[in-house]
């Protein structure tokens, strides 16, 4: 008998594919977080997140990203917001949040940590659009 988690795991791939079948001509980068739901990165910031550096990405150059993106500013903000933490860039819990997010979408792993945030214009660009 197949185990459902497996069959689970191929309808989601299924769909993975479907998605980018349908999507791939539009100028979106679209991505799968880690939680099964996608994410369309307009194509000029995926490429920005692409270089943001040698992996991991240094803090100076997310804040870069961050800054030239209000895309990602909006997303990041949106999302950490929706889920009940208070948008202040000297909370480490927004910061949790917000590092999470963004180690989901960025291609290579996050050279810092939340507590590396705190208090950075990235985090308070990030609150405002929130």
């Known amino acids: 008998m197949p185990d459902e988690s ?12 479907v998605v980018r079948e349908e999507c791939g001509g539009m100028d979106v ?9 996608f994410i369309e990165i307009p194509t000029e910031d995926a490429q920005m997140m692409a270089s943001a550096g ?4 240094p803090l100076s150059n997310y804040e870069d990203v961050i800054d030239q993106s209000s895309f990602l500013r909006d997303w990041l903000g949106g999302r950490a917001s929706s889920g009940g ?5 000297m909370d480490e819990r927004f910061a949790s949040v917000v590092h999470n997010l963004s180690g989901a979408i960025f291609d290579d792993p996050l050279g810092f940590d939340p ?6 214009d990235a985090l308070e660009a990030v609150s405002r659009a929130a």
Do not use: Y
């Open 29 to 37: 980068e679209i991505r799968e977080m880690d939680d099964n739901t």
């Open 115 to 120: 507590e590396d945030l705190l208090g950075t």
């Open 54 to 57: 040698n992996s991991p990405v």
């Open 85 to 89: 933490v208070d948008p202040d860039p």
């Open 6 to 17: 497996d069959s689970c795991s191929r309808a989601a791939q299924a769909a993975i594919e």
